[in-house]
């Protein structure tokens, strides 16, 4: 079953700001079959992708004047009420990117950095209501936050999305696989409850450089493909660059890569019957 229909609370929408639009419709296109719409005018020339038909991310250029964090990808979590949900974003201690800005009748969005520094979007669905599949070659697979202070993220989005956290990390056992502090975030119905997302204990990559110095936390995006030495090879052929070849885990195949501007990506495939 891949049709997916994000629960309030859980990741539903991804989209990349890009120095370079037409290289980015070009290089996901190449990477992961994504078929580019034109651009939307009335939204700042704002551009959907779009593969087995449906809409699966979104590209656009720097707001005028840039002086943004450079070619990222960004992930949004769904809301009922995008005002609500940002007021209690900000009570519990995220700074305010974007306020609440209607896209006509497609929904509305809003974007915060949470309290321990990692960007987020909140979209409200009104006719747009995010990617409709997940886990199939060309969809989002998994998104994870690496976090500076993974206490204070599990408050932050606990307090505000209502998220229920179950710890999967190794818990420091010599010899297990994957970080020591490890919640995957499961959101849905009781008694229907469905792991999206994680967050992940990151202190220890960012004070031993891996991220470079000053990088805040993040979130980042997983992107399903059916076998990662070939997708490894498209990224590759299509002008970017292999951060981390990808390994077996108990979690599925993953790898990491930046497109050619820069922006960082995860290809996956998710593990057997998930």
Known sequence: MTEYTAPVGAPVWIDLMSS????????????????????????????????????????MAPPDGGGGPGDVWSMYLRCTDAKASLAAATAAGASVVVPVVPVGDLGRFAFVIDPVGAAVGLWEPGAHPGFVERGVPGTPYWFDCMSRSYDASKAFYRSVFGWELEEIGSGGKPGSFGPDRYSQVLVGADGAKDGVAGIMDA????????????????????????????????????????????????????????DPGGAVFLFATPPDGR
């Open 20 to 59: 370079d639009v037409d290289a980015a419709v070009r290089f996901y296109g190449a990477v992961f079959g994504w078929e580019a719409e034109p651009p939307d005018e009335e939204h700042g020339g704002y551009r959907n992708f779009r593969v087995n038909g449906n809409r699966v991310a979104g590209v």
């Open 203 to 258: 202190a220890p990559l960012f004070d031993s450089g891996v991220f470079g110095d000053g990088t805040p936390s993040f979130w980042q995006v997983y992107i399903t493909v059916e076998d990662t030495d070939a997708a490894a090879e498209r990224i590759t052929a299509a002008g970017g660059q292999i951060i981390r070849p990808a390994e077996s885990t108990p979690w599925g195949t993953m790898g990491s890569a930046t």
